[in-house]
């Protein structure tokens, strides 16, 4: 062994990963459901709906541009929490693909990937998250937070 290997017992092993996805066909164009995604006047309206945990959006941050970042500042049950991130790909409106953190160290997805399908007039949103596979007991959360953030996105949309 070099004197530039680990042995076995100092390898840090990569923690697996899970995949989980959840889909919703919105009544808008790819277009459109995409900027909702980017532009802040528009996320802050739908991510972090009363619907979503009882969260409250108090402050967004939002660099629109390959390995720009973001960060919005939520508050929860009085506390409050910061979801970040850097974009790691913008493909109008193609597809969105983005890293994901929790400042109070909840269980999320590590990585994001929203497909957007135009049909016709309507927009089939696909949303696919990686995370660590030891927090497989809060995938069943992990989806439902997701899937309330795809549905709030879709009644703010059918207005």
């Known amino acids: 062994m070099s004197m530039f290997e680990l042995d ?9 990963q899970m995949s ?16 909702h995604w980017l532009i802040p006047t528009f996320v802050g309206k739908w991510m972090f709906a ?36 850097a974009y790691q790909r913008i493909d109008r409106p193609r597809q969105l693909i983005f890293s994901w953190k929790a ?8 990585r994001v990937t929203v497909d957007f399908e135009q049909l016709d007039q309507k927009t089939k949103l696909k949303i696919s998250m990686q995370m660590d596979k030891d927090l497989a007991n809060f995938s069943d959360e992990v989806k439902q937070q997701w899937s309330n953030r795809s549905k709030a996105l879709a009644t703010l949309l059918s207005k």
């Not at 108090?58 to 991130?85: A, C, M, W």
């Not at 400042?103 to 590590?110: M, Q, V, Y």
């Open 20 to 35: 989980l996805s959840v889909s919703r066909t919105i009544s808008a164009p790819a277009e459109k459901v995409y900027d």
């Open 103 to 110: 400042s109070n160290g909840e269980a999320c997805p590590n």
């Open 8 to 16: 076995g017992q100092e390898k840090a092993e990569k923690p697996k």
């Open 50 to 85: 009363a619907g979503n945990k009882g969260e409250h959006l108090i402050d967004l941050h939002n660099e629109v541009r390959p390995r720009g970042e973001f960060s919005y500042k939520v508050q929860r049950g009085g506390k409050d929490i910061t979801y970040s991130g």
